[in-house]
């Protein structure tokens, strides 16, 4: 008995779920960011050594001139995972992204997991684009870097063939200035993005210029594997968009900005991609890129020397504002979980003056800084992708949880729902005194039975939200047998066999189940003040499925390098967070009563 309770006391704690204020707009963060600068921002952390590191490695080695589809694919899927995290956006205007959706949401181990690999994302992007920038700063001064720190220094094999002190000095700058306050660091990037976008716009006029369509007779020569995984290795170009999102405490007017903020820069980007890939293909056979410095080597024989200049001028510039949206939305992530108490009490602490998470900054600033010093580019890209591709999938998640769920959790008039303290007749406010963008709009309606349907009796009889909750976990459950089918039917050497076309049949039926039980159902109402997901709940388990199909295609030592980052955090949700949760006080609530 006393193991039973003491397992219903963990899935419960599990299970809490965040308490909002009833204020959505107060923060002691800095509110200054508009429309033009959150823009600005998701394009600088997205467009940058994607388009000079990956897609010659993707091009080359994983898809040929398909890189183009590849990109499209991966920007497509970004688009419709990007619609939840909008709807979020308008709705939770709070730092911290998908880790306070899913928090909001699901529960607080679940947004802990998807916080902590949103955290080792973010240091692996920042690690990887150092060493990649070191890369294109050395090869301008012809190897002189790389060969003076091997002869007065040595290896450091097997980590990294030499100490790349030049992408540990330019984590340790760019921390300094991420530091300052994100009204200068949004500057500063807007400057450099400038500089990249009128360098690929010079690419793709001299790519289209002297193309040559012959090179894309073979246009997909690894075939559809290949396509698929080019996207899911694209996925690495997309994963700054939710720097927009980790960003709405900062912005001015978070309800009308972050929708449209989110769907410009996936736009401006997944358009430069495709452009800068396209001119890459067209100028030389993908056979002859030269992975290490695609866009020199393949306009050097056209162009002239001086485009050589151009991209290393347009790579730097690209790479360095993508590194510094790392360094932005890698603290706030931090400092989100730090200030519920799932991580640790000091990197809660925000400046005063510069009104940034100061600590959280230096400390997985030198974190980054540390790891772009030992570790190769190569070992780093590996461990890209899964999780972001893992945020994406819960927060799709979520947003069918937000739909048909119980609704989130907020203070009226101080006191918390469920607290322990109980309110006096004095301490309630009616919310609607607040004005609307403060109000967290929730709809007591949602998850019960449409009135034409109520004679289903297997469904009528069911507690609210009850039917809805089992069927978005089956929904999980089904797209994920669907996706690793379908991941193992696309890979097979030889003909799939015929009961892999049963399977297929068969978790698609159960899917599309699942989807009818929600559409059953009542939706959460929100009126037409907010931003919502249009199609639900079919572009939300969409996005799921495409996420996790992706996440199929990553290699096997992605997977093992993310569980042992993940059991880290795990260790650490249990020794700490689990009982220092500010929820800790508040009685047990499952996400479906």
Same mark, same amino acid.
């Given at each position: 008995?006393?193991?039973?309770?003491?397992?219903?006391?963990?899935?419960?704690?599990?299970?809490?779920?965040?308490?909002?204020?009833?204020?959505?707009?107060?923060?002691?963060?800095?509110?200054?960011?508009?429309?033009?600068?959150?823009?600005?921002?998701? &394009? @600088? /952390?997205?467009?940058?050594?994607? *388009?000079?590191? $990956? #897609? !010659?490695?993707?091009?080359? =080695?994983? %898809?040929?001139?398909?890189?183009?589809?590849?990109?499209?694919?991966?920007?497509?899927?970004?688009?419709?995972?990007?619609?939840?995290?909008?709807?979020?956006?308008?709705?939770?205007?709070?730092?911290?992204?998908?880790?306070?959706?899913?928090?909001?949401?699901?529960?607080?181990?679940?947004?802990?997991?998807?916080?902590?690999?949103?955290?080792?994302?973010?240091?692996?992007?920042?690690?990887? &684009? @150092? /060493?990649?920038?070191?890369?294109? *700063?050395?090869? $301008? #001064? !012809?190897?002189?870097?790389? =060969?003076? %720190?091997?002869?007065?220094?040595?290896?450091?094999?097997?980590?990294?063939?030499?100490?790349?002190?030049?992408?540990?000095?330019?984590?340790?700058?760019?921390?300094?200035?991420?530091?300052?306050?994100?009204?200068?660091?949004?500057?500063?990037?807007?400057?450099?993005?400038?500089?990249?976008?009128?360098?690929?716009?010079?690419?793709?006029?001299?790519?289209?210029?002297?193309?040559?369509?012959?090179?894309?007779?073979?246009?997909?020569?690894?075939?559809?594997?290949?396509?698929?995984?080019?996207?899911?290795?694209?996925?690495?170009?997309?994963?700054?968009?939710?720097?927009?999102?980790?960003?709405?405490?900062?912005?001015?007017?978070?309800?009308?900005?972050?929708?449209?903020?989110?769907?410009?820069?996936?736009?401006?980007?997944?358009?430069?991609?495709?452009?800068?890939?396209?001119?890459?293909?067209?100028?030389?056979?993908?056979?002859?890129?030269?992975?290490?410095?695609?866009?020199?080597?393949?306009?050097?024989?056209?162009?002239?020397?001086?485009?050589?200049?151009?991209?290393?001028?347009?790579?730097?510039?690209?790479?360095?504002?993508?590194?510094?949206?790392?360094?932005?939305?890698?603290?706030?992530?931090?400092?989100?979980?730090?200030?519920?108490?799932?991580?640790?009490?000091?990197?809660?602490?925000?400046?005063?003056?510069?009104?940034?998470?100061?600590?959280?900054?230096?400390?997985?600033?030198?974190?980054?800084?540390?790891?772009?010093?030992?570790?190769?580019?190569?070992?780093?890209?590996?461990?890209?992708?899964?999780?972001?591709?893992?945020?994406?999938?819960?927060?799709?998640?979520?947003?069918?949880?937000?739909?048909?769920?119980?609704?989130?959790?907020?203070?009226?008039?101080?006191?918390?729902?469920?607290?322990?303290?109980?309110?006096?007749?004095?301490?309630?406010?009616?919310?609607?005194?607040?004005?609307?963008?403060?109000?967290?709009?929730?709809?007591?309606?949602?998850?019960?039975?449409?009135?034409?349907?109520?004679?289903?009796?297997?469904?009528?009889?069911?507690?609210?939200?009850?039917?809805?909750?089992?069927?978005?976990?089956?929904?999980?459950?089904?797209?994920?047998?669907?996706?690793?089918?379908?991941?193992?039917?696309?890979?097979?050497?030889?003909?799939?066999?015929?009961?892999?076309?049963?399977?297929?049949?068969?978790?698609?039926?159960?899917?599309?189940?699942?989807?009818?039980?929600?559409?059953?159902?009542?939706?959460?109402?929100?009126?037409?003040?907010?931003?919502?997901?249009?199609?639900?709940?079919?572009?939300?388990?969409?996005?799921?499925?495409?996420?996790?199909?992706?996440?199929?295609?990553?290699?096997?030592?992605?997977?093992?390098?993310?569980?042992?980052?993940?059991?880290?955090?795990?260790?650490?949700?249990?020794?700490?967070?689990?009982?220092?949760?500010?929820?800790?006080?508040?009685?047990?609530?499952?996400?479906?009563?």
């Amino acid at each position: 008995m006393r193991i039973m309770e003491t397992g219903r006391r963990i899935w419960a704690a599990f299970n809490r779920r965040k308490t909002l204020k009833s204020d959505l707009l107060k923060t002691d963060m800095n509110r200054c960011l508009n429309l033009f600068e959150l823009s600005a921002l998701g &394009i @600088a /952390s997205m467009v940058g050594a994607g *388009v000079y590191v $990956l #897609t !010659g490695t993707i091009a080359r =080695n994983v %898809t040929g001139p398909s890189v183009i589809l590849s990109y499209l694919i991966a920007g497509i899927v970004s688009m419709i995972s990007a619609l939840c995290y909008a709807e979020f956006a308008c709705r939770i205007p709070k730092t911290g992204s998908a880790y306070v959706y899913v928090y909001c949401t699901i529960g607080e181990f679940w947004a802990f997991v998807v916080g902590w690999t949103v955290i080792l994302e973010h240091v692996v992007a920042g690690a990887s &684009i @150092a /060493s990649a920038w070191s890369g294109y *700063v050395d090869a $301008l #001064t !012809g190897g002189k870097i790389s =060969n003076t %720190t091997l002869t007065y220094i040595g290896s450091l094999e097997p980590l990294n063939n030499y100490p790349n002190f030049l992408a540990f000095a330019i984590i340790l700058v760019l921390t300094g200035l991420t530091s300052i306050g994100i009204q200068l660091s949004v500057t500063v990037i807007c400057v450099f993005l400038l500089v990249n976008v009128c360098v690929i716009a010079i690419i793709s006029v001299n790519g289209f210029y002297y193309g040559d369509v012959t090179n894309w007779t073979d246009f997909a020569p690894f075939g559809t594997e290949g396509i698929m995984m080019g996207a899911a290795q694209c996925f690495y170009a997309y994963v700054g968009f939710d720097m927009i999102a980790i960003t709405a405490e900062e912005s001015k007017s978070p309800s009308r900005d972050l929708p449209i903020a989110l769907m410009v820069s996936l736009l401006v980007s997944t358009t430069l991609y495709m452009l800068a890939s396209a001119a890459l293909t067209l100028v030389i056979p993908y056979t002859d890129i030269v992975p290490e410095s695609a866009f020199p080597s393949a306009f050097v024989g056209h162009a002239g020397t001086w485009v050589v200049y151009a991209v290393g001028a347009g790579a730097i510039a690209g790479m360095t504002s993508t590194m510094a949206g790392s360094m932005i939305a890698n603290p706030r992530c931090v400092y989100a979980m730090a200030i519920d108490g799932l991580l640790f009490k000091p990197l809660a602490n925000l400046n005063s003056w510069t009104q940034t998470p100061l600590v959280s900054t230096i400390v997985f600033g030198v974190l980054t800084a540390f790891l772009a010093l030992v570790v190769s580019m190569e070992s780093l890209a590996e461990m890209l992708s899964i999780g972001t591709l893992l945020a994406y999938a819960v927060v799709s998640a979520a947003t069918l949880v937000l739909r048909y769920g119980a609704p989130i959790k907020q203070e009226v008039g101080g006191i918390a729902p469920y607290s322990i303290k109980q309110p006096g007749p004095d301490d309630y406010k009616e919310l609607t005194e607040l004005p609307p963008d403060k109000l967290l709009p929730n709809d007591p309606k949602a998850g019960s039975l449409k009135d034409q349907f109520k004679g289903i009796r297997w469904l009528s009889t069911a507690p609210q939200h009850q039917s809805c909750g089992r069927a978005i976990l089956l929904l999980l459950i089904f797209l994920t047998c669907l996706a690793a089918i379908l991941t193992n039917c696309i890979i097979s050497t030889t003909s799939v066999e015929w009961y892999s076309y049963v399977l297929l049949t068969v978790f698609s039926l159960f899917s599309a189940v699942s989807v009818v039980v929600l559409l059953l159902h009542k939706q959460a109402d929100i009126g037409d003040s907010k931003f919502q997901v249009p199609l639900a709940p079919f572009l939300p388990a969409l996005s799921i499925f495409a996420n996790i199909f992706l996440m199929m295609q990553l290699k096997y030592i992605t997977w093992i390098r993310f569980a042992v980052w993940t059991a880290i955090g795990i260790v650490i949700y249990f020794l700490y967070g689990i009982r220092r949760s500010l929820e800790v006080q508040t009685s047990a609530e499952y996400i479906f009563k």
